[in-house]
Nanobody
Framework: QVETVQSGGGLVQPGDSLRLSCTVS????????LGWFRQAPGEERKFVGA????????RYEDSVEGRFTISKDNAKNTGYLQMNNLKPEDTAVYYC?????????????????WGQGTQVTVST
């Protein structure tokens, strides 16, 4: 049984940093690419970024490029989303997801396993 557990998140002020974690069990983590998505109220779930199964090679959505960093520790079965210089428009529920699709799939439908989601709120 595959289990994907997220941690991190919370309420921060603009300019602050947060790190989200995504720990996976029940599958061979190194065989999966890791994606991060976010969903604001009333909006569709949107691609934030992804990292290749090897942990080498990333792709980011334009609005987070240079501020967010995705990493993947295959030895620990854990992926991370480091978020720096957070802005109010980054407020959303964030999800990690796993896929065996080659490349950097940006559609949620291309991902097989999902974390439970974690709230990130950026506000003064």
């Amino acid at each position: 049984q595959v289990e994907t557990v997220q941690s991190g998140g919370g309420l921060v002020q603009p300019g602050d940093s947060l790190r989200l974690s995504c720990t996976v069990s029940g599958l061979t983590f190194r065989n999966y690419a890791l994606g991060w998505f976010r969903q604001a109220p009333g909006e569709e779930r949107k691609f934030v970024g992804a990292i290749r199964r090897s942990g080498l090679g990333t792709r980011y959505e334009d609005s987070v490029e240079g501020r967010f960093t995705i990493s993947k520790d295959n030895a620990k079965n854990t992926g991370y989303l480091q978020m720096n210089n957070l802005k109010p428009e980054d407020t959303a529920v964030y999800y990690c997801a796993l896929t065996q699709t080659v490349g950097f799939p940006i559609s949620p439908t291309q991902y097989n396993y999902w974390g439970q989601g974690t709230q990130v709120t950026v506000s003064t």
